[in-house]
């Protein structure tokens, strides 16, 4: 009983070492939210968060009016910088209303759930950055890109429409919001490698311990055996040693030892 209880606080150790490791991978390589962006220029990072409040701005981004409005001949677009459906539907981030014949037809151009962000300038990325949203349909495929000009002053814009297609649409706007927070970067993440090497090592403790719990309290091997496969691990060293020796001589070429001992005859 008593060597169940401590095989039981070993097992509770190591899942809470593996899961840490794996939260660590996991908050290192995470997605960020639509409003936010993080990006790596000359060791340094740059910060976006166009929803999160500044000084005289508490919604960040978002209009305090609900909406952006902005027009070209006889089309009025409202959007709302990184999605507000309460304002323009169930998931809308951006509303288009064409005059046909007299009468305005409004259709969805972009959604909150296909929004995508970037810096305008991967050279400059102190610019700004520029939020895409889209809307893809049987018979319509439209979009909407809206260019956050990095602006402490305050806000100026939109201004003007532009259309770049036949449902395309392009706007700009200058908001305190499109400027990045920099931060010195020195390089000393894990990087794609180090992740890589991290998972395949939690993958590899996981199996193990499974294997080790398994084998004890459902077979009732006690000892070294334990340990799955224990054989292979046990074989590895010799067979790596035994590769590398045949690599050698492959790339050597045979010995003097291994040469043929018949002399040349002149006849």
């Not at 169940?4 to 899961?19: D, E, G, Q, V």
């Not at 972009?110 to 939020?131: L, N, R």
């Not at 894990?190 to 590899?204: D, P, Y």
């Not at 403790?205 to 077979?219: C, D, S, W």
Request: with cysteine.
């Amino acid at each position: 009983m008593v060597i169940a209880f401590h095989s039981l606080k070993w097992l509770l150790f190591i899942t809470s070492f593996l899961s840490m490791i794996l939260y660590r991978v996991v908050s290192v390589n995470s997605v960020s939210p639509v409003c936010e962006l993080s990006f790596i220029h000359r060791n340094k990072l740059y910060n976006y968060s166009l929803a999160t409040p500044i000084p005289k701005f508490p919604h960040g981004v978002l209009s305090e009016d609900g909406f952006y409005k902005v027009a070209v001949n006889e089309t009025v677009v409202w959007f709302q910088d990184c999605g507000d459906p309460s304002r323009c539907g169930m998931d809308c981030s951006a509303l288009m209303a064409n005059n046909i014949g007299g009468y305005y037809v409004c259709s969805a151009i972009g959604h909150a759930a296909s929004m995508d962000i970037k810096v305008i300038d991967e050279k400059t990325p102190h610019v700004g950055v520029i939020v895409k949203m889209s809307n893809t349909g049987p018979k319509l495929n439209c979009s909407l890109s809206v260019s956050v000009i990095c602006d402490s002053n305050g806000v100026q814009g939109p201004h003007s429409l532009e259309k770049l297609g036949t449902c395309d649409y392009a706007t700009m706007l200058r908001h305190p919001s499109g400027c990045a927070k920099i931060e010195e970067f020195h390089g000393h993440g894990w990087g794609l490698f180090g992740t890589f090497i991290t998972i395949v090592l939690s993958l590899f403790g996981g199996y193990l311990l499974a294997g080790t719990v398994y084998r004890y309290f459902i077979l009732g091997i006690h000892g070294v055996d334990v340990i799955p496969n224990l054989d292979i691990w046990t074989s590895l060293p010799q067979r790596t040693q035994s590769m590398f020796t045949s690599l050698v001589q492959r790339v050597k070429g045979p010995s003097e030892g291994h040469r043929s001992s018949y002399s040349r005859v002149d006849f």
